[in-house]
């Protein structure tokens, strides 16, 4: 019963932050022409991506408009730098808990950094639909909209911490599940006839993207590993004993990042003049050849650059040496690290096909069915959904029995 009390109030404390976090999003920032600007909106690319992380805050220019978004590029240029500078990735690896405390403090001093020169840009960019633009209002938009981010930085901290799952990824999971219904109001003609046939199509290829999903997220290539204490025991190959590697390393960024890449040209297709350039640009939109080949080779190009951020195998085949444990029929030490080097290569590279796979779904169903409300259901906003509910439940599955072992010990 105890149990069953911490848990419910961690999970209150959770709902309470994201229902905080949420209504941030429609405190408008005053001074603004929000109708005006809103009605220049329906058809910009970029803003409708970075949309799906801040619940449409791009859009309102709310007090929370900037949402997580400055925190995930701060994480992201906190792991470049930790790659790329000893003394931070030494920081890291030997300094223990005290080493992750000065991570996350420069992380947050990134975070802040990012939040004012995303306020900047804002304030410039909203200029023809401000009603008295001046330092004044760049100077209150900077702080409102760098406060707000940094409230939403604190409440995924406080989440993590003391609430259940990852703050800053429950925190993109409200905003995507927020943006479904007027997706699908928008998308969908009621009047129609066809909508009970529309259903009935995407429904099954709905579950049938989620099906795949759930099997990039989730696949895992189980890599055998021996120790001499277990040869000493039984002189027998444990199958319970190995290293897992996962199919899709990198999660959902390499897709979100791909996206972001190919809706740049879209975007810069309306905001020049230039016809040539347009012409350019004009090239990448959505469903063209070339558009396709760009977004599969960016997606295979994200997802080697974030396995190798996230999995070292150098440090993979060297702690197995320390603790005495080996591939079989494999040396360790170098050999070790090239033959994880050659698998994870593979993993990383299948991986990116079943990401673009995903990616290509829904435009080849709405191209095929000519039902655009498909179109909501976004391979990034997916793998995200997915991503973010398998490692929430995972957590309360984990959490509930930690506490049961607990009680049973005392």
């Not at 909106?41 to 619940?55: E, H, K, Q, R, T």
Request: aromatic share 10%.
């Amino acid at each position: 019963m105890l149990t069953n009390s911490k848990l419910i109030k961690k999970i209150i404390l959770t709902l309470l932050l994201l229902i905080i976090a949420r209504l941030g999003i429609f405190i408008p920032i005053p001074g603004i022409d929000h109708d005006a600007f809103y009605d220049q909106l329906g058809n910009n690319a970029l803003i409708n991506f970075l949309n799906i992380f801040s619940g449409g805050g791009f859009s309102t220019i709310g007090l929370f408009a900037l949402g997580i978004v400055p925190y995930i590029n701060a994480s992201l240029v906190m792991q470049l730098l930790i790659k790329s500078i000893p003394a931070l990735e030494k920081i890291q690896k030997e300094e223990g808990e005290i080493g992750r405390q000065k991570i996350t403090q420069i992380t947050r001093y990134l975070s802040l950094g990012w939040a004012i020169i995303q306020s900047i840009g804002i304030s410039l960019w909203i200029k023809p639909y401000v009603f008295s633009w001046g330092i004044t209002f760049i100077f209150d938009v900077i702080i409102s909209l760098t406060t707000g981010s940094m409230i939403i930085m604190w409440f995924s901290e406080v989440i993590t911490e003391k609430g259940i799952g990852n703050g800053a990824s429950l925190l993109i999971f409200q905003n995507i599940i927020s943006g479904i219904p007027q997706n699908l109001k928008n998308s969908i003609n009621v009047d129609n006839y066809n909508l009970v046939k529309q259903i009935a199509i995407l429904l099954p290829l709905f579950i049938l993207m989620l099906i795949i999903t759930i099997l990039v997220q989730e696949g895992v290539r189980k890599i055998t590993i021996i120790s001499a204490r277990q040869l000493t025991k039984s002189n027998q190959i444990d199958p319970q004993s190995y290293l897992p590697i996962k199919l899709n390393q990198g999660g959902v960024m390499p897709i979100v990042f791909a996206s972001a890449s190919i809706a740049l040209p879209n975007y810069l297709e309306t905001s020049i003049t230039n016809a040539k350039l347009q012409n350019i640009f004009n090239y990448f939109t959505s469903n063209s050849t070339l558009y396709l080949i760009t977004y599969g080779l960016l997606i295979i190009v994200f997802s080697y650059f974030y396995s190798s951020l996230i999995l070292n195998t150098e440090d993979l085949a060297e702690n197995l040496k320390k603790l005495g444990a080996s591939v079989p029929n494999i040396r360790p030490g170098e050999d070790t690290n090239q033959y994880l080097k050659k698998i994870i290569n593979k993993l990383t590279f299948l991986g990116s096909l079943f990401l673009f796979l995903v990616a290509l779904v829904p435009s080849i169903i709405a191209k095929i069915t000519n039902i655009n409300s498909f179109k909501g259901f976004g391979a990034t906003s997916l793998l995200i959904l997915v991503g973010v509910a398998i490692d929430t439940a995972k957590q309360i599955q984990t959490y509930i029995i930690s506490e049961q072992y607990e009680s049973m010990m005392k």
